[in-house]
């Protein structure tokens, strides 16, 4: 199999189109590929679709910058704060522009992207009746049960163009180790045309061989593969890194204005041409911090046949 | 004796007293991810708790954790799966209680966190995340709620999690639990189980935006004993999620 490492700015450049589908945030509030976000952001990407549970952050970034034509999830905004204020002003003022909103339950987005990776038109469920989510819902429909049962919901199926997912390792073909809380992950790196895996590190193929258990996404699914440590902070990363309070308080507050959204935009993003240059920005003693240096090893594991 | 406790810190404690012992609560943040350790601590130790990122814990984190996600909530789980492995253990009737909160309110225990046109303006809330599922799924909700008349509607502008209707299959709202009393909603309307100490029917009808019936003879919420406190201060020892300006008792 082929080499698929790739800097960020290329898995950006390559793999992320205007107008495009994009699952990201998957596993709720770790592992939040913020690097990404704010490459697509740099790069002015127009007219995506954001799909997700919930998002942390990452989509009011997002939707704050302009680069948000619809967005498919359950929940947006911050969760150390409440609201986002760029979702907001675009929801209710249409600045920088109209979004339109897709809504859903947590288990509703991800019957959605399950029904896709399974290859299916739509899942049956009982989530949401009697509520108004599901009335006149684009992709919520009531369903008979063929067997006699009550009515039912079903969800559509919902296949992203593309999946970002940040996970702890990966070998260079792409298989891909997570572990801690999954969230959607797996259904929607299965789920979508293209995936962007963004690791750690990147480790030989032997390691991800030795427990191959923990490998969430197999590397035929992957379509790009970025080695970019601290991709996800200021979000957690399991052994990696600890969540990052503060900036998601700060944003809070910042976002409050379109001005402040602005000034944190130029300082965080624009200004920055990558990564490594935004952890030298966040200072060598903040990251040090952020960096988990204990060691809780899982027990091996006997593979021997 | 009695010491010192928050307004929160008795919400906390009434959160755990809604938890029963053996049984399978869908935990939220904030206050119920406290009462659910603080149940754990004292009369349910064999609760078990399921978080909707895929976390599946029977003791609390060791350390104080801001989200479900954070890196302490991992350590020690029994499980880490998906969320859709929760999902379904929620929609196969496996969950007897689940917690969950809102923006507004309505005497069905319909919860809106959607979008509302109250103050007049449309104001755009984050949206239903995981609590439209637990209304519709779990064996029973718990709702926590600030106790504002803007908050407590006859009807409200959206339900996102819904409350008691005809039809249902399983479930809906048991308990409310505000920042002024403990509530019972379990025939379909709010009939007062017991106000915090201090605070009179006549506050709570001020502070509820539809007729609500208050028996004089409505018992005073019961207070935190020492031992809870102590276990609410050791789980949040900054009181992010439980200090606040009122200190009563």
């Not at chain 1, 549970?53 to 947006?76: H, L």
């Not at chain 1, 704060?81 to 929801?91: D, I, V």
């Not at chain 1, 990558?274 to 003693?285: K, S, T, V």
Request: overall charge neutral; proline content about 7%.
């Amino acid at each position: 199999m082929s080499d698929k490492r790739r800097s960020l700015r290329e898995a950006i450049a390559e793999q992320v189109h205007d107008g495009d589908t994009i699952a990201l945030g998957l596993a709720l509030e770790s592992g939040i590929p913020f690097a990404a976000v704010h490459e697509i952001i740099r790069q002015q990407r127009r007219d995506l679709t954001l799909v997700g549970p919930i998002s942390d952050m990452a989509f009011d970034q997002m939707i704050a910058a302009g680069t948000v034509a619809k967005v498919i999830a359950a929940w947006v905004g911050n969760v150390a704060g409440g609201s986002g204020y760029g979702f907001r002003r675009a929801y209710e003022q249409g600045q920088p522009r109209r979004i339109v909103m897709e809504d859903h339950s947590n288990f509703s987005v991800g019957l959605a992207l399950k029904a896709a990776a399974m290859g299916l038109p739509f899942l049956p469920t009982f989530t949401g009746l009697g509520g108004d989510i599901v009335r006149g819902h684009p992709r919520i429909r009531p369903v008979d049960d063929p067997f006699g049962g009550p009515t039912l919901l079903a969800v559509g199926a919902l296949r992203p163009d593309i999946a970002i997912v940040h996970v702890q390792r990966a070998d260079p073909q792409g298989n891909a180790h997570l572990w801690g809380n999954l969230g959607l992950t797996v259904e929607a790196a299965y789920a979508a045309r293209r995936t962007i895996v963004i690791c750690e590190e990147v480790v030989p193929e032997a390691v991800i061989r030795s427990d191959p258990n923990r490998t969430v996404i197999p590397g035929f699914l992957v379509t790009a593969l970025v080695e970019e440590p601290g991709g996800a902070l200021p979000s957690s990363v399991q052994g990696y890194w600890r969540r990052d309070f503060a900036p998601f308080l700060a944003y809070h507050q910042l976002s409050r204005t379109l001005d402040g959204f602005q000034s944190w935009l130029r300082e965080w993003v624009l200004d920055l041409p990558d990564r490594p240059a935004y952890l030298r920005h966040m200072g060598e003693a903040a990251v040090e911090r952020l960096r988990v240096t204990d060691r809780r090893l899982a027990a091996e594991a006997n593979f021997a046949p | 004796m009695t010491s010192r406790y928050t307004r929160r810190e008795l919400m906390v404690v009434a959160a755990a007293r809604e938890i029963r012992d053996h049984e399978v609560v869908f935990v939220g943040m904030r206050l119920p991810l406290l009462g659910f350790g603080l149940a754990k601590a004292t009369h349910a130790p064999d609760a078990v708790g399921l978080f909707e990122n895929g976390v599946i814990r029977d003791r609390p984190a060791e350390a104080f954790i801001y989200t479900m996600g954070d890196p302490p909530n991992i350590v020690g789980a029994v499980a880490c799966l998906g969320l859709l492995d929760v999902m379904s253990l929620l929609q196969q009737g496996r969950v007897d209680v689940g917690f969950i909160g809102g923006a507004e309110v309505d005497p069905l225990g319909n919860l809106n966190t959607t979008r509302t046109s109250s103050s007049g303006a449309l104001v755009r809330l984050p949206g239903s995340g995981g609590a439209g599922d637990i209304a519709s799924l779990a064996g029973r909700t718990v709702l926590i709620m600030e106790h504002q008349p803007r908050r407590f509607r006859e009807r409200v502008d959206y339900v996102t999690s819904p409350g008691h209707f005809p039809g249902r299959r399983r479930g809906g709202p048991a308990t409310l639990i505000t920042t002024l009393g403990v509530f019972d909603l379990s025939s379909g309307r709010v009939r007062a189980a017991s106000l915090h100490p201090g605070v009179t029917p006549q506050q709570v009808r001020e502070a509820t935006g539809f007729p609500i019936a208050i028996d004089d003879h409505t018992p005073a919420t019961a207070t935190p004993s020492a031992d809870e406190l102590a276990y609410i201060r050791h789980a949040d020892p900054e009181g992010f999620w439980t200090g606040d300006s009122m200190k009563t008792g």
